[in-house]
Every structure is written in C-alpha cells, then in structure tokens.
C-alpha cells in the first residue's frame, strides 16, 4: 500500500522547575509550518488550541502537562517550525510580589520553534514543548522590569502505529471488505478502497489478531491473521488477504 494520508499532531506545554512562586503565561495559540522550510512570515497554519488560557509554568512540573491541541490533522511530511502565540497577560510572583512580565514587540507574532520533525501518513504524534523557566524570566537588579524571553525545547514522541495491506482478489468479490484489528482491549476497524488497499490507524504497539470480512452472501470465509506486531510510529504490512 502507497504511503499516504495525514498525521495528527497534539501539543503540550510542560515545564522544568524554576526559582519563582509563581510564572504565569498567557497562552493564544499554536501554529505550524509543515513542508515548508522558509523563514518569512508565510505559510502558517492555526492548530486551533483548544484551552488558551494563562498557566502557571510551576505547575507544569513532575508529569503535569497542559494539552494545547488535541490530535490535529496536518499534512505528512516534515513539521518544519511551531510557533507559541502569547498574548500580553504574564506575570512573575516574587516574595509574594506580582510583576508584569514584559514581552518583546518581536515575540507579539509568536515565539518561532524549529522541529523539522518528520511525520509519518496516519502516525500521531505527541509535541511536548518544554519552558525553561529560569532561562526564560530575565530580571534587572532591582525587579523594576522583569522580560519574558521565552527558551522553549520541543521533543516529540510517537503514539501509535498503523496496519496496512491489500485485499488480492477484490476485484473479485465486487463488494465491500470490512477489516477489523483487536488486542483484545481495542478494536479498529475499516473497510478496503476501490483498489483493495486499506489502513488500519492509530494504533497502539502490541499484538493484534485481524480479520478480514468479505460479504457474507458470497460465502467466503473470514480470513484471520494472527500475531501482527504493531511498534510506535511504524508501519506494519501484512501480506496480500485473499477470500478462497
């Protein structure tokens, strides 16, 4: 089966532990560039967040994560640049003190990423974008303007894995083929295309038995295939399913 199709992306904020009480963010939106390697202010794309909002960084320690977008569809290929738009609501307590964190007028178009993170058709992926807090709050001596420069590190991971393959005899059976995978947990399902290729997405690694379900009025048996391994991030071809 052709690689093709989209991959689906989810972000979220997390934090190292910093020297404050308190560092909030107020956080608009993450964009991206995807196959596009340019560094002007072209061809970027809103992920559409889905819990804008202001943070405190010094909580996003210790597996606490915000979630910013949740399983996006973008196009397969490189993830060049994500870019995290701020808005101007961020502050800084110390000793109980609140200052106004200042931002940069460069940082009003957002703070520019560099991933070029290949991403896969139909793999998903998770991008965790890391506050350095102390690199990131720049304090003068006397606490009279404190600036945000935000230092963030992104690192991706992988969630889930794909099962591909084709039907041999589809044009054929002149009906629709259902194919379903299971753990024993999950069930995925689909159906094959005109062409008798189909793919099973997003999921997750382990062992799957599938079954391929030809129209019961032609009286083919199911075609079972057991033991198919499925890793993060990879694709899994199975040989050629085909109805006798």
Same mark, same amino acid.
């Given at each position: 089966?052709?690689?093709?199709?989209?991959?689906?992306?989810?972000?979220?904020?997390?934090?190292?532990?910093?020297?404050?009480?308190?560092?909030?963010?107020?956080?608009?939106?993450?964009?991206?560039?995807?196959?596009?390697?340019?560094?002007?202010?072209?061809?970027?794309?809103?992920?559409?967040?889905?819990?804008?909002?202001?943070?405190?960084?010094?909580?996003?320690?210790?597996?606490?994560?915000?979630?910013?977008?949740?399983?996006?569809?973008?196009?397969?290929?490189?993830?060049?640049?994500?870019? @995290?738009?701020?808005?101007? *609501?961020? %502050? +800084? !307590?110390?000793?109980?003190? /609140?200052?106004?964190? &200042?931002?940069?007028?460069?940082?009003?178009?957002?703070?520019?990423?560099?991933?070029?993170?290949?991403?896969?058709?139909?793999?998903?992926?998770?991008?965790? @974008?890391?506050?350095?807090? *102390?690199? %990131? +709050? !720049?304090?003068?001596?006397? /606490?009279?303007?404190? &600036?945000?420069?935000?230092?963030?590190?992104?690192?991706?991971?992988?969630?889930?894995?794909?099962?591909?393959?084709?039907?041999?005899?589809?044009?054929?059976?002149?009906?629709?083929?259902?194919?379903?995978?299971?753990?024993?947990?999950?069930?995925?399902?689909?159906?094959?295309?005109?062409?008798?290729?189909?793919?099973?997405?997003?999921?997750?690694?382990?062992?799957?038995?599938?079954?391929?379900?030809?129209?019961?009025?032609?009286?083919?048996?199911?075609?079972?295939?057991?033991?198919?391994?499925?890793?993060?991030?990879?694709?899994?071809?199975?040989?050629?399913?085909?109805?006798?």
């Amino acid at each position: 089966t052709p690689e093709r199709g989209s991959a689906y992306m989810s972000v979220k904020l997390v934090d190292a532990p910093g020297d404050y009480e308190h560092v909030y963010v107020d956080v608009e939106d993450i964009m991206i560039k995807v196959n596009d390697d340019s560094e002007d202010d072209s061809g970027w794309i809103s992920i559409n967040a889905i819990n804008p909002g202001i943070y405190d960084l010094l909580e996003l320690t210790g597996g606490i994560n915000v979630l910013l977008a949740d399983d996006y569809e973008i196009p397969s290929g490189t993830l060049n640049q994500i870019r @995290l738009i701020l808005g101007t *609501d961020n %502050s +800084v !307590v110390i000793d109980g003190q /609140t200052y106004p964190l &200042n931002t940069p007028s460069a940082q009003q178009s957002g703070l520019k990423i560099k991933v070029n993170q290949p991403v896969l058709p139909n793999i998903s992926y998770t991008f965790l @974008l890391d506050f350095d807090v *102390d690199a %990131s +709050v !720049v304090l003068a001596p006397d /606490t009279s303007n404190i &600036n945000l420069k935000p230092v963030i590190n992104a690192s991706v991971e992988a969630e889930t894995g794909v099962i591909a393959g084709t039907i041999d005899n589809f044009d054929t059976l002149q009906s629709q083929v259902l194919i379903e995978a299971t753990n024993g947990i999950e069930t995925i399902s689909t159906y094959a295309n005109d062409l008798g290729e189909y793919v099973l997405v997003g999921l997750p690694s382990g062992t799957y038995t599938v079954t391929a379900y030809a129209d019961s009025s032609l009286g083919f048996p199911d075609v079972i295939v057991t033991n198919v391994t499925v890793e993060v991030g990879q694709t899994t071809t199975l040989d050629p399913i085909t109805f006798q």
